[in-house]
């Protein structure tokens, strides 16, 4: 069975900085495009990052430059790290795994404050 957990959400004034984390069990995060996904109340749900099998990256306009997601295929991790948090950042971030298959996280609550 596959799991995606997600850690590491939060409460963070303006201007701080979080790391969210997902360990993945029961797939080899290696094979996989990783990615991050969030979603405000009221909002759809948005891609916010993405790492493919050979590393490359890509991001949304609104977090590039703030935001790095990076891989642990030894540890079967992927993580976001988030700096200049702003309030419009506040959101569940959800981890999602792609390749033949999609599977996808509970989510973790990041709030931001003013």
């Known amino acids: 069975q596959v799991q995606l957990v997600e850690s590491g959400g939060g409460l963070v004034q303006s201007g701080g900085s979080l790391r969210l984390s997902c360990a993945a069990s029961g797939i080899s995060l290696s094979l996989y495009t990783m990615a991050w996904y969030r979603q405000a109340p009221g909002q759809q749900r948005e891609l916010v990052a993405r790492i493919f099998s050979v590393g490359s990256t890509n991001y949304a306009d609104s977090v590039r430059g703030r935001f790095i997601i990076s891989r642990d295929n030894s540890g079967n991790m992927v993580t976001l790290q988030m700096n200049s948090l702003r309030p419009e950042d506040t959101a569940v971030y959800y981890c999602?795994?792609?390749?033949?298959?999609?599977?996808w996280g509970k989510g973790t609550l990041v709030t931001v404050s003013a």
């Open positions: 999602n795994a792609n390749r033949f298959s999609t599977y």
